[in-house]
């Protein structure tokens, strides 16, 4: 139904900033609900944000709370992750996914139906 494409990652040093990109196919991009999760190497995939879809919503994780922002414009079929204050521990590899379920538990990675190929974050310290 959607194909999703990350790009904008690269190597940053701490205190850097980086936006994240997520490219989707299709027309019925507003029909989902839209996250960012990641994974770092021998970590467990970890959820980072999400928005609701048409971007009235947002939740995040604690640790990235005040530093990073997710947005989305329906227009160009495209989510965004802003990051701001970068940490070391940011380091990772970022993906978005997208959901159609409707009673989404957003921090849930089985909550959604759609994946990117990820994109490589690493901050260096």
């Given at each position: 139904?959607?194909?999703?494409?990350?790009?904008?990652?690269?190597?940053?040093?701490a205190?850097?900033?980086?936006?994240?990109?997520?490219?989707?196919s299709?027309?019925?991009?507003?029909?989902?609900?839209?996250?960012?999760?990641?994974q770092?190497?021998?970590?467990?995939?970890?959820?980072?944000?999400?928005?609701?879809?048409?971007?009235?919503?947002?939740?995040?994780?604690?640790?990235?709370?005040?530093?990073?922002?997710?947005?989305?414009?329906?227009?160009?079929?495209?989510?965004?992750?802003?990051?701001?204050?970068?940490?070391?521990?940011?380091?990772?590899?970022?993906?978005c996914?997208?959901?159609?379920?409707?009673g989404?538990?957003?921090?849930?990675?089985?909550?959604?139906?759609?994946?990117?190929q990820?994109?490589?974050?690493?901050?260096s310290?």
């Amino acid at each position: 139904q959607v194909q999703l494409v990350e790009s904008g990652g690269g190597l940053v040093q701490a205190g850097d900033s980086l936006r994240l990109s997520c490219a989707a196919s299709g027309r019925t991009f507003s029909s989902y609900r839209m996250g960012w999760f990641r994974q770092a190497p021998w970590k467990e995939r970890e959820f980072v944000a999400a928005i609701t879809r048409f971007g009235k919503t947002t939740g995040y994780a604690d640790s990235v709370k005040g530093r990073f922002t997710i947005s989305r414009d329906n227009a160009k079929n495209t989510v965004y992750l802003q990051m701001n204050s970068l940490k070391p521990e940011d380091t990772a590899v970022y993906y978005c996914a997208a959901s159609s379920r409707a009673g989404w538990d957003y921090v849930k990675a089985g909550e959604y139906n759609y994946w990117g190929q990820g994109t490589q974050v690493t901050v260096s310290p």
